[in-house]
């Protein structure tokens, strides 16, 4: 049983920093790529960064400069680190990952991420 759980959110103000946490169940060396994705109220659920087992990373333009993606083959963990964060970038951040073989993808139940002054 495959389980992704995120951690680290929080409310905190524009300019803040803020590191989330995903942890995942089983050796993370089965997952093709891993994922950040969020979901702002009303919106749809859009992709943040993204880091393949090589270690390449994506990421969307709005957090480029600001966001760095990581993982953890050791501890089994994926992080992302935000910094200045803007108000536009409330919202539910999720943990996401696909398996090498099967292709399935797997998501974390998600942790809330609030700038507001």
């Known amino acids: 049983q495959v389980q992704l759980v995120e951690s680290g959110g929080d409310l905190v103000q524009p300019g803040a920093s803020l590191r989330l946490s995903c942890a995942a169940s089983i050796n993370m060396f089965i997952f093709s790529a891993m994922g950040w994705y969020r979901q702002a109220p009303g919106k749809q659920r859009e992709l943040v960064a993204t880091?393949?087992?090589?270690?390449?990373?994506n990421y969307t333009g709005s957090v480029k400069g600001r966001f760095t993606i990581s993982r953890d083959g050791v501890q089994n963990m994926m992080y992302l680190q935000m910094n200045s964060l803007k108000p536009e970038d409330t919202a539910v951040y999720y943990c996401?990952?696909?398996?090498?073989?099967?292709?399935?993808?797997?998501w974390g139940q998600g942790t809330q991420v609030t700038v507001s002054s």
């Open positions: 996401n990952a696909a398996h090498v073989l099967t292709s399935l993808t797997y």
């Open positions: 880091i393949t087992r090589g270690g390449t990373t």
